[in-house]
């Protein structure tokens, strides 16, 4: 190729999300030429080296500057969309935004993000929180609502407790294991052989707590106390 661009035989149009990479891999695809060499010649001469000049890169696909600058995403700026009219800046690197005020607020939005993912990772240093019956992630919370949920809907928590209510009465109705009670001395627990606490007046007490009264009372109507 001459350093003079000419049209070449099979010109595309840009897509909407087309960069100035994409698009100068498919206008190589069109025309079966190699995209490494077509980049290359789009580049200033004599060197060819940098980024490919939109100038030229405009008279290959038959188009004007100022459509492919509007066209291309990679020279809108990328905070508010306005065509960026000078692809380097001052240092050399390549232009992303249109203006101070738009560099300072993707700044000030990017650390606002990191500082919110710090905040999720000390949170909930095990990773995100799930619902305990379907897995789904849970939502934060929001507003007044300051404690985690268990749930991800009303549904899966009105199904949790109906899960946890038929587990109860299964084990109810399933016989208890058999209960051997220890010598009754007015200290100990006969069920557990825990401290027997002393009320200060009244009657002693005879089970440490109402769950030992309630195993030996079921032991008792199964049949498996063993005095």
């Not at 990679?74 to 800046?89: E, K, P, Q, V, Y």
């Not at 200060?200 to 309630?214: D, F, H």
């Amino acid at each position: 190729m001459n350093d003079q661009p000419r049209l070449l035989p099979f010109p595309i149009r840009p897509r909407p999300d087309d960069t100035t990479n994409t698009f100068i891999q498919r206008l190589a695809e069109a025309n079966h030429l190699s995209p490494r060499h077509l980049r290359t010649y789009l580049c200033p001469p004599p060197g060819h080296r940098g980024r490919p000049c939109l100038e030229r890169l405009a008279a290959l696909c038959g188009r004007t500057r100022e459509t492919l600058q509007r066209a291309l995403i990679d020279h809108h700026c990328g905070r508010c969309g306005r065509i960026l009219h000078a692809a380097t800046s001052k240092s050399g690197r390549p232009t992303r935004w249109c203006s101070r005020a738009c560099r300072q607020a993707e700044y000030r939005e990017r650390e606002a993000a990191m500082i919110k993912a710090r905040a999720h990772a000390r949170r909930y240093p095990d990773g995100e929180p799930t619902c305990q019956r379907c897995a789904r992630p849970l939502r934060p919370a929001t507003g007044r609502r300051t404690r985690s949920t268990r749930w991800c809907s009303p549904t899966c928590k009105e199904a949790a407790a109906r899960e946890q209510r038929e587990a109860s009465r299964q084990s109810r109705l399933a016989p208890p294991a058999a209960l051997r009670l220890r010598p009754a001395d007015g200290l100990t627990c006969p069920a557990c052989g825990a401290q027997l606490k002393s009320p200060g007046r009244g009657r002693p007490p005879r089970w440490c707590s109402k769950r030992c009264r309630q195993a030996v009372f079921r032991a008792r109507q199964w049949g498996i106390l063993i005095s």
